[in-house]
């Protein structure tokens, strides 16, 4: 097999380029997948954060139309919609020194609908795709250092459009955090608009990958950070309506600029949870990444009045930890939750140690965890840790429709913590039941990977948590073949009720989404 990391980009070949893509393509493991096998760097028991070391994502490269797919079990009558998902896809092998985090986004999509399943993928071609595709090479060589790229692209966007998609305004919006959105269309999944700044009222030059729905107003609730420029400690929060008007926008300042990958938004507050992946001057200076680690840091909790203009944040100081994806959020007005998945260090192994010390697995492995703050009295100085469960995992998440509010249920791709050999754990998902404090876990069998979960309710006014879970397995055994697993979420533990089998490989995911039929356009 052609290894990435033995290639000269700027020597590769197109035949040995793609040598090394069906190479790979007849592997395993991609970011953002979770399971023993895609392993091969040391990993903590238990479980693993994100990608590893050895999981640089595959070129993929094919976009694959499957009509009427073939299904196991039966699609439930009450699941009709579509599962969106996008992960870096490199449209040319990734520069040396680069990471899984910079590859074009590729959008697939199951369209599920009266117990068929339509299966399609598209890169996401925005500027930065198009500019490449021209030019038949990498023109923005390195994640989010723009002063390597080929003076040509100046001016365009850097978008990888990689990491999470949301549906707005009949569109679905294809996200990277470093940059505005680009909009495709629902059902095609073709170009609408490449650099989407929600009818000239983006003032951010940057869009987060984790907007919320406000469970109330249904509008959008999202953010941009160095959203003044390049290294900028600007955070802009801003509020969109479901049919496109900005209704409120506001800036704060982060104490130093980090990664500010999610986000919370409660009834009343919005939190920003500023961690010590911070932007690295000489790092970039000397043609690297954006982040590298800085265990001298501590974190900032940082809480603001949604309505208001900002200037009532407060910045909470805790210990150095990393934080990077939240669960749910809720607060009752004098105290705030925020659950998120926790580890002590970098939870990234491609991300530099500022100090030049080895990425340490465990440390870096990830629990969900319960941040709260009390904000009643006098000014709080500090904020409350309160690790909730054994299990480990790195890409919570929850029944979308309470984003804002009280919450009952999460979701977690994890491993199987009782495994008689830890490092062969099974992976599986993991749902939590906050009223309850217990977890019920559905062990996915061996030589299987899984991507992020995403749960689809049965209906739009169905109970919490009462619908279905669906996420992508990988089949170690069948050159990486994909199966869409769905699961009823009341009963985890009996397996899926139905399996979606690809013939072929799935593209890469960080994240999904569930667009139920009644949000998407009739064709
Ligand atoms: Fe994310």
Not at 176 to 195: F, N, W
Not at 226 to 250: C, H, L, M, N, Y
Not at 432 to 446: I, K, L, M
Not at 450 to 469: H, I, M, Q, T
Request: aromatic share 10%.
């Amino acid at each position: 097999m052609a290894s990435m990391q033995d290639q000269d980009n700027n020597k590769v070949s197109r035949r040995s380029f793609m040598g090394g893509t069906l190479g790979v393509a007849a592997g395993i493991g991609a970011a953002g997948l979770i399971g023993a096998s895609t392993i091969t760097r040391a990993q903590p028991a238990g479980g693993v954060p994100g990608a590893s070391a050895s999981s640089l994502p595959m070129l993929f490269r094919a976009e694959i139309d499957v009509q009427d797919c073939e299904v196991e079990g039966t699609i439930p009558a009450d699941l009709n919609g579509a599962f969106y998902r996008v992960g870096p896809d490199p449209q040319y092998p990734l520069r040396p020194g680069n990471i899984p985090f910079d590859g074009e986004g590729h959008v697939s999509m199951f369209r599920i609908c009266n117990g068929r399943v339509d299966y399609k993928t598209r890169f996401v071609k925005n500027e930065r795709w198009t500019a490449q595709n021209e030019a038949g090479r990498i023109l923005f060589p390195m994640y989010r250092n723009p002063s390597l790229d080929d003076p040509g692209v100046r001016g365009l966007s850097r978008s990888t459009a990689n990491t999470h998609i949301i549906n707005h305004k009949n569109l679905l919006l294809c996200l990277k955090e470093d940059s505005p959105p680009s909009a495709v269309d629902l059902l095609t999944l073709e170009m609408i608009d490449p650099v989407y700044r929600f009818d000239n009222q983006l003032v951010s030059e940057t869009f987060t990958a984790h907007p919320k729905v406000d469970s109330g107003t249904g509008n959008m609730v999202a953010f941009g950070y160095e959203a003044t420029g390049f290294g900028s400690r600007d955070v802009i929060a801003f509020e969109i309506t479901p049919q496109g008007r900005k209704v409120w926008e506001a800036t704060v300042q982060v104490p130093y600029v980090g990664m500010l990958h999610d986000f919370a938004v409660t009834q009343n507050y919005i939190v920003l949870y500023v961690i010590p992946m911070t932007k690295d001057d000489e790092q970039l200076a000397r043609g690297g990444i954006h982040w590298s680690w800085d265990s001298t840091l501590p974190t900032w909790f940082g809480v603001f009045r949604r309505g208001g203009d900002g200037s009532d944040v407060q910045w909470l100081q805790g210990p150095t930890r990393s934080a990077t994806h939240v669960m749910g959020a809720f607060d009752d007005n004098n105290r705030i939750y925020v659950d998120v998945e926790m580890s002590e260090s970098n939870p990234f192994p491609f991300m530099p140690m500022k100090d030049g010390s080895n990425w340490d697995p465990v440390r870096g492995t990830s629990y969900i965890t319960r941040l709260s703050a009390d904000l009643s009295g006098r000014r709080a100085s500090g904020y409350e840790i309160e690790r909730l469960s054994p299990w480990t995992g790195a890409l919570p998440r929850q029944d979308d429709r309470y984003n804002t509010m009280p919450y009952r249920y999460g979701f977690l791709g994890t491993r199987d913590i009782n495994a008689a050999n830890p490092r062969e754990a099974n992976a599986g998902y993991v749902r939590f039941d906050h009223a309850t404090g217990t977890q019920v876990f559905w062990n996915a069998g061996p030589a299987t990977s899984l991507a992020e979960c995403c749960f689809a309710p049965r209906s739009p006014d169905a109970a919490e948590g009462d619908g279905y879970l669906m996420g992508v397995a990988t089949r170690q055994n069948e050159n990486g073949r994909g199966d869409l697993v769905i699961l009823d979420a009341q009963r985890l533990q009996e397996g899926p009720v139905a399996t979606v089998k690809l013939p072929v490989r799935a593209v890469g995911q960080v994240h999904g989404w569930w667009v139920p039929e009644g949000q998407l356009p009739v064709g």
